[in-house]
């Protein structure tokens, strides 16, 4: 599947090519801390599937409990996380969801690292639903 996507401000746009089978949820810690938000959603472009088109993202390492190091892409100037990838290159890209144009189409099909679940995450449909602000 063809996805496009692009930071908040515009400085940073990519297309891809990915597999809607491979879109989860990670409720892992680090993706609260990395996202701000309960939890992270992600989808797979396969080696040498996804194309910058403009900007040049800002990278920073993350060493995980394990010692596995990986990459994280986001805006310089915005701040919108945009991809992980391993720092040895070529190698998939995992893509965020939320900053995709065709975010709704894909649904997660998985949740990984639920042990670290914030727990009210499990379920928001009981959530007071208010149209706008
Ligand atoms: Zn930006
Ligand atoms: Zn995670």
Not at 2 to 17: K, L, N, Q, R
Not at 21 to 31: E, F, L, Q, V
Not at 78 to 98: D, F, K, M, W
């Amino acid at each position: 599947m063809h996805v496009t996507g692009s930071c908040h401000c515009g400085f940073i746009a990519y297309e891809a090519e990915v597999d809607p089978a491979t879109a989860r949820i990670c409720h892992c810690r680090d993706c609260q801390k990395l996202s701000g938000s309960a939890f992270r959603a992600n989808v797979r472009a396969e080696i040498g599937k996804f194309r910058l088109l403009s900007g040049e993202p800002a990278i920073y390492i993350k060493t995980a409990e394990s010692g596995n190091k990986r990459a994280h892409a986001f805006c310089p100037k915005c701040g919108s996380p945009v991809y992980t990838t391993a720092l040895e290159q070529p190698a998939p890209h995992n893509l965020r969801i939320g900053a995709l144009d065709q975010r709704a189409e894909l649904k997660p099909r998985r949740r990984i690292w639920c042990d670290s679940m914030i727990t009210w995450s499990e379920d928001i449909s009981g959530i007071e639903k208010i149209g706008g602000q």
